[in-house]
């Protein structure tokens, strides 16, 4: 059989979603279900003076309405952050309470209030319509860097200053002394803009409760079932592994916004064993924009020290990171240990120092989006790299081969903490210079301005962390979970295999993917590989998908379990061969006794260890049916270029995206096909950052302004190009298979690119930034502000 | 206040009770169980509740089930004829069009309807076509490769290799 592994093989879980039959949460239905509406706050901030529900209560359909004190009264826990972050000082991070229900204080727009469950939705809502809540409004903070000021309204009283953390990493003494004695110094102030996930399908959540069993079971559009059932369980209503079952069947995309553990599917579990009947919720999308958690929302300062030969001799970053009003499960390792650590980027720089002062603020909580730390530390890093390009008057390429990381310094130490295991930065950045014809740029510019246009080339290069993480790592920054993952391989007596993964695929397409690694590894038909995902009754165990992980965490798990299998398999071969298990060879699907045309099919094997008639009992157990856990050894660090290359119209500020090339080194590739998907849906993402989106807080209000798709411009089809993408390939040095993952690198290198061409294009300008949205409306302030004849 | 609309569905007779604020994608979902459209948004954005009525591409969440009483509807689960894909159907699996799968029926009915229209759109049609269906998974890029594969298969003309062999 031809090998699956590198060929686009066709995605096995498309029939269903074609078709109409792919099965979302709130597809389902379940019998006698009652519907579930959440009152929300209008306000950024308030004390609650009183809930008046008795109008509500007595309206048509309604079951119950529950609030924050009912929840109390049966001691439900408040919402766990995963990951303890300590001060500079030692000292650990503010961690308030992060109650499911108002505790009699709203301190976000969409601030759940009230949970109304009635026997349709209209009746819940209309229900809500009723609930008199007395709100008395206090002053709103929503700015992170205005939140640090004195005089800034305090979101909490134990955090003085709105601070949660003021975290430091690196060697100030050494970047300090580096910068002083350094030929340049260049510095930039930058903002990385607020962004909403957005994945399409908005989160659902369905309760129930089995009173014969004492079973709870959540239905939820999760990237990671089992840690939802984990920190729910364990932290917030104080149900047993055994007892709650937590399914996240087909999920409409996540982009990492559906790894947290959120309020709802809290309320629908509590609710459905009050109320003794399932409970369905779904978020319409204005619910979505104020209650999933946001992206980015840094304020930094970055400067970069060059010596006489411009090589970079150190970098000083500073950064205010928003937290939002409570800490989402994950948010707090995002703006430290997933973006400091990656401020070397693809770069020698020896000295390195970064501190981050994160901050509440009367927001809706932002944790891990697409990328999730990556992007922020490869945009300033790239802009900070062209601008020192920009001033020393030499070609950006160039600057940046000069101080790449050499081909044959691996592995490499970087001075913030990540050894990095293979790379060839220089490999990417040749592919895309030459599949973007860079060369040709000037000419492409002359033309431009013939027509009256300002043509811009941009390049970013970027290295990421995935396949997160090293348990014994992470519990050492402070992480309060294990990143492993597991995997059993379920051979059935037929030869026909089950894979029960813990990864989750919500667009990821790991039913395919993984089957091309079991079909190949076995020598069966992909046709008779079944992966099962997303239900803790049927997986072993399972952190989830999410930092591109699936492959380089749960694929190697796979190939571990495969590894036992192979194993056993060739116990039972040599017994009924009557050979050495020594010589017993396993390849293409059968074992062989070395020199010899003896053989068994795996089927044959299959079949042996299910009717076990002749059967090495004494040795073995009967059965073919293995698990593994898998802890990475390392991170891994796929790398890439890209290049965009735009026109901006002077007279409107409209910018056309002429060219977006990205050359992308991922390791090892299963499916080709898949990859580029994934790339092209970061690149969408990343430009999207660049040029569109942007969360917007009205100020004095704390108003979240940008609350639906009228306000909020997501990219569409006729805002993006087709993209040319490329790959090469070094492997990863410490997993089995030699991935690294691909599903944030769009969006990590396409923010930078982009805000690099739209700076050289306005060069003549004498525009040094332009700020994240460059919508067409900025573009054109810039350009009326900065008129040519001002040009330096 | 309730009322029963009678329509027809994927070709055949269906009828539901309703209220007057139901919208069309409510009734197709929730009562006659047609969950393959799906709801993505609450301000007539997203495009992914897109289904036929009367052979025109609509919202269905901009409809109210009522306005619907006597129509021709038709829904992704409508598309195949039988177990045999459509050729548009056919050309999104082929070319990747989809990754999560949640705004994939409301593109392809999209899709059949723009090519209904222009039997062979240019990428710049197509991508100004689909101004009303959002996707946050594929950047459209192999979108409109799988609408220009389907639409030559629908012509009966060659199909293009969506670059993925």
Redesign the interface.
Known sequence: MAPSIGTPVRRKEDYRFITGQGTYTDDIDRPGQLHAYILRSPHAHAAIRSIDTKAAAGATGVVAIFTGADMAKDGIGGLPCGWLINNKDGSPMKEPPHPVLADGRVRHVGDPVAVVIADTLGHARDAAETIEVDYAVEPAIVDAAAAVKSGAAQVWPDAPGNLCYDWGLGDAAAVDAAIAKAARVVKLDLVNNRLVPNAMEPRAAIGEFDRATGEHTLYTTSQNPHVIRLLMGAFVLHIPEAKLRVVAPDVGGGFGSKIYHYAEEAIVTWAAGKVRKPIKWTAERSESFMSDAHGRDHVTHVELALDADDKFTALKVSTIANMGAYLSTFATCIPTYLYGTLLAGTYTTPAIYVETKAVFTHTVPVDAYRGAGRPEATYLLERIVDLAADELGVDPAELRRKNFIARDAYPYQTPVALQYDSGDYFATLDKAMAAADYAGFEARRREAAGRGKLRGIGIATYIEACGIAPSAVVGSLGARAGLFESAEIRVHPTGSISVLTGSHSHGQGHETTFAQLVADGLGVPIDSVEIVHGDTNKIPYGMGTYGSRSLAVGGSAIMKAMDKVIAKGRKIAAHLLEASEADVEFKDGAFTVAGTDRSKSFGEVALTAYVPHNFPHEELEPGLDEQAFYDPKNFTFPSGAHIAEIEIDPDTGHLTICRFTASDDFGRIINPMIVSGQVHGGLAQGIGQALLEGCVYDKSTGQLLTGSYNDYAMPRADDLPSFALSTNVTLCTHNPLGVKGCGEAGAIGAPAALTNAIVDALKAYGVRHVEMPATPERLWRVIQQNHPAQAA | MQKTVSLTVNGKPASGTV?G?TLLVQLL?EILG??????????S??G?CVVHVNGEAVKSCTLLAIQAEGCDVK???G??NGDD?HPM?EA???N?A????????GM?MSALDLVKNNPDPS??E???Y??G????????????LAIKAGAAAMRGDPVPSGG??
């Open positions: 209220e604020r979902r047609l969950t393959g459209t799906h709801v993505g948004c609450d301000t954005q997203c992914a829904t992704i689960e598309v195949a894909l159907q999104f699996r082929d990747h989809l990754q999560c799968g949640f705004c994939t029926p392809i990428e710049r197509i991508r100004e689909l101004e269906n959002l996707c946050r998974c594929t950047g459209y890029h192999n979108i409109v993925h062999d």
